[in-house]
T-cell receptor
């Protein structure tokens, strides 16, 4: 079965700093989702990547999928306290159509 | 994108009781799913809610414990039956909006605590 490993597990940065979160798959990715979760709440969809080498940006967040489609990175430029939360990568696959397998999450804290 | 609401948003229940969680979407969707997120863990798929037929359960989840209904294309319920403290989790429904997209959107979650 597919496994996703995120690094780092947690990250503490000062406001204004840039940061990167990585998501590595044990198998070729046929799609990769990034979500943000506030503690105890639902998931907010950020971006979906499907093609090798694809890069998408939304506001100050950029996500990339490598050419080999086994690793994705999420980069935040000039972080703000509003970026704090848990970032989860998820990938489709497995026996159930639509099923997403998730990484363990990266907890981001941004100090003002 | 789809707008998803869940009821209740949170609940505290006694051991041995059951709780039904509702998921409402503002538009017709092709697929609906139920996930569980145990404390400090990532999300695990419980089942795919099928409209007009029995849900499809993932390994480790059974219908007697987590009965699911989906009477139409905008609504589903998940019941957590005969609860124990191990059922304390956040339960989330998600949807795939429709044709031409695989983007999966999640509801706000239901935070369940079982005493």
């Amino acid at each position: 079965s597919q496994e996703l490993e995120q690094s780092p597990q947690s990250l503490i940065v000062q406001e204004g700093k840039n940061l990167t979160i990585n998501c590595t798959s044990s198998k070729t990715l046929y799609g990769l989702y990034w979500y943000k979760q506030k503690y105890g709440e639902g998931l907010i969809f950020l971006m979906m990547l499907q093609k090798g080498g694809e890069e998408k940006s939304h506001e100050k967040i950029t996500a990339k999928l490598d050419e080999k489609k086994q690793q994705s990175s999420l980069h935040i430029t000039a972080s703000q306290p509003s970026h704090a939360g848990i970032y989860l990568c998820g990938a489709p696959g497995g026996t159930s159509y639509g099923k997403l397998t998730f990484g363990q999450g990266t907890i981001l804290t941004v100090h003002p | 994108s789809a707008v998803i609401s869940q009821k209740p948003s949170r609940d505290i229940c006694q051991r041995g009781t059951s709780l039904t969680i509702q998921c409402q979407v503002d538009s017709q969707v092709t697929m609906m799913f139920w996930y569980r997120q145990q404390p400090g863990q990532s999300l695990t798929l419980i089942a795919t809610a099928n409209q007009g037929s029995e849900a499809t359960y993932e390994s480790g989840f059974v219908i007697d414990k987590f009965p699911i209904s989906r009477p139409n294309l905008t609504f589903s319920t998940l019941t957590v039956s005969n609860m124990s403290p191990e059922d304390s989790s956040i339960y989330l429904c998600s949807v795939v909006a429709g044709e031409g997209t695989d983007t999966q959107y999640f509801g706000p979650g239901t935070r369940l605590t079982v005493l």
